[in-house]
């Protein structure tokens, strides 16, 4: 079950992540857990949480995170919450928090009651800022930003003590609580830390703590003139809930030990902090500022777009969450980052897809056929099969007429070598329906090529000739007078290179974009059962890919998005790796 992406969620099939129930080795954080657990610690409890800033949509890589958190918890009979750090009110926004509780739900997670934000312990947060003032742990600091930054010193010189440390206790704790009523201007002080401008970790150089900002938050208003920053906030909202295992990406291994510290310092519960490789996606970008700007500057649609890493993006482009989470399962937890090439996501979007989605007709360039002894007005019902992964879902039955489009890119006057489709006195076979062969070529004025005249052979409609001939080349094609017209947008990768966030530091991310990264193509047909399709319904348009329903669409004008093509080069490796 491990990479089964059928399987519904983490909650409903715990094994299937952990690899438990059928003997594989478990990866190193649920090593830890188990252990944990055995040794009785925590009283046995496993607490997780999945704590996003309210300040972007979520991304593929966020998925990852999403899924260990809630799967570990639910392996081990615990617990996950899901917690807004909104403690930055300039970039947060209620519209960010909507999204992303969407999306979680969405991947297939619920936190029940479980939802908490970093600002229902605003109060509680301060009285532990003022105890470390008491205790001579944290100061007031009149210093600009610019005159802290340079006093931080490097990784090889030490930091520089700013002349407000020698500060007394009585009167950090009258400026602390003066900046939180709003006596001073945004800048004119800070709260740090006080703990060695010369350490190794440059994280342990007198931190900031709280800085004046004089907004509202969107969701204790007016109340505050002063927010926690982040990493102040970060551990001890684990610490409130009581977080056993606080699981994050590399990049915050240096602050654990600053966490440690201000957990230490003010004798409260003590979470395990265990970080994991973040995900890196070949031909992508995961951080939310870069995604932000593409979106600012207009260079996609919006945040959904089907280009960007983004889950609402993704939806939008026909991923499903069984294809995701069984993404997320396969590469695993790791120490060391590593860039997993997108073709191995591509594969388990066609894996799920091939399972679900209903195989249909869809002729994206059009090139009309009259059938020139098939009888004028007359038009015949033909069987064809929904999906042949699902016998349960049946049949449907598409209209045959004496006129029909098919795929220009179908036809070659002059065809080369290994080209068995449709040429001049060639014969092809019509998906669900009878031989066809091509008679004459019609031109416009301009020397285009605007229609086939052909014949068909009415003996051949169970799909083989009754004298035994052979044809290399099967068609899919629609009826002209009942197919839909549709606007269809074709996707590939945003950007060329293969690691954009590396070679951008050098090039610029927009010199790297793929100009091709979206065709859209208008006036495509498609049969008439696609003409009542509702936005997020995925389909196979045989021989192009997997195609979704664009939320843009409306009855009258269908838009459908290309999720994946084809192609399948994960399939091949994937069967290698089998023993």
């Not at 009581?242 to 654990?256: Q, V, Y």
């Not at 996606?281 to 995604?291: E, G, I």
């Amino acid at each position: 079950m491990r990479n089964d992406p059928t399987r519904k969620t983490a909650a409903a099939a715990p094994e299937a992540q952990s690899g438990a129930a059928n003997g594989e080795p478990l990866d190193f954080i649920r090593s830890i857990v188990a252990a944990d657990v055995a040794a009785g610690k925590h009283d046995g409890r496993v607490v997780t949480r999945f704590p996003p800033e309210p300040n972007g949509y979520l991304h593929i890589g966020h998925a990852k995170s999403i899924c260990l958190n809630f799967g570990v918890a639910a392996e081990y009979g615990g617990r996950c919450h899901l917690r807004f750090d909104d403690t930055n009110p300039l970039k947060e926004d209620p519209h960010y928090v909507e999204s992303i509780e969407k999306d979680v739900r969405w991947l297939g997670f619920d936190w029940g009651r479980h939802l908490y934000h970093a600002s229902d312990y605003f109060e509680r947060l301060y009285d532990y800022a003022v105890q470390l003032v008491q205790d001579g742990k944290a100061y007031v600091d009149s210093s600009s930003e610019e005159e802290i930054r340079r006093d931080r010193g490097t990784v090889t010189e030490p930091g520089k003590e700013s002349p407000d440390r020698a500060r007394s206790v009585q009167e950090n704790l009258d400026l602390l609580e003066r900046m939180r009523r709003g006596e001073f201007d945004d800048g004119a002080y800070v709260l740090r830390a006080r703990i060695d401008m010369a350490s190794p970790n440059m994280k342990m150089r007198d931190p900031l703590i709280y800085r004046v900002r004089r907004v509202p938050h969107h969701r204790t208003g007016d109340a505050w003139n002063i927010y926690p920053m982040y990493d102040f906030a970060h551990c001890f909202s684990d610490s409130i809930e009581g977080i056993t295992h606080s699981l994050c990406t590399l990049e915050f291994e240096n602050n654990r030990e600053l966490y440690d510290w201000f957990l230490d310092q003010v004798h409260v519960h003590h979470p395990q902090q265990i970080e994991f490789a973040r995900l890196n996606l070949s031909h992508t970008v995961m951080s939310k500022r870069t995604l932000l700007e593409l979106v600012e500057k207009g260079i996609v649609r919006g945040w959904d777009d089907p280009r960007l890493p983004t889950l609402s993006g993704l939806r939008r482009r026909g991923y499903t969450p069984e294809a995701i989470r069984a993404f997320c399962d396969r590469i695993g937890v790791a120490k060391r980052d590593n860039l997993v090439d997108v073709s191995l996501l591509e594969y388990y979007i066609r894996e799920d897809l091939n399972k679900r989605a209903k195989r249909v007709m869809a002729v994206l360039r059009p090139l009309r056929v009259v059938i020139d002894n098939y009888p004028e007005g007359q038009v015949e019902e033909l069987e064809a099969i929904n999906n042949p992964e699902d016998p349960e879902v049946g049949t449907r039955r598409i209209p045959f007429s004496r006129v029909l489009y098919i795929e220009r890119d179908d036809f070659r006057e002059d065809p080369p070598k290994k080209f068995f489709r449709l040429a001049p006195g060639r014969e092809v076979r019509l998906k669900h329906a009878y031989f066809l062969k091509c008679e004459e070529v019609v031109r416009d004025d301009a020397g285009d090529i605007v229609e086939l005249r052909c014949t068909y052979d009415p003996a051949t409609k169970s799909g083989s000739a009754t004298d035994g001939r052979k044809v290399k080349g099967t068609l899919h094609w629609v009826s002209a007078g009942s197919a839909v017209e549709a606007e269809v947008r074709l996707y590939e990768h945003l950007f060329l290179s293969a690691n954009p966030a590396e070679a951008g530091r050098e090039e610029g991310l927009e010199s790297l974009l793929n100009p091709a990264s979206l065709e859209v193509v208008r006036g495509a047909r498609v049969e008439p059962s696609l003409a009542t399709a509702h936005a997020g319904q995925r389909f196979q348009f045989l021989r192009h890919g997997y195609f979704c329903v664009d939320p843009d669409s409306a009855p009258g004008a269908l838009v459908f998005n290309r999720t994946i093509g084809l192609r399948d080069s994960w399939s091949k490796i994937e069967k290698k790796q089998q023993p």
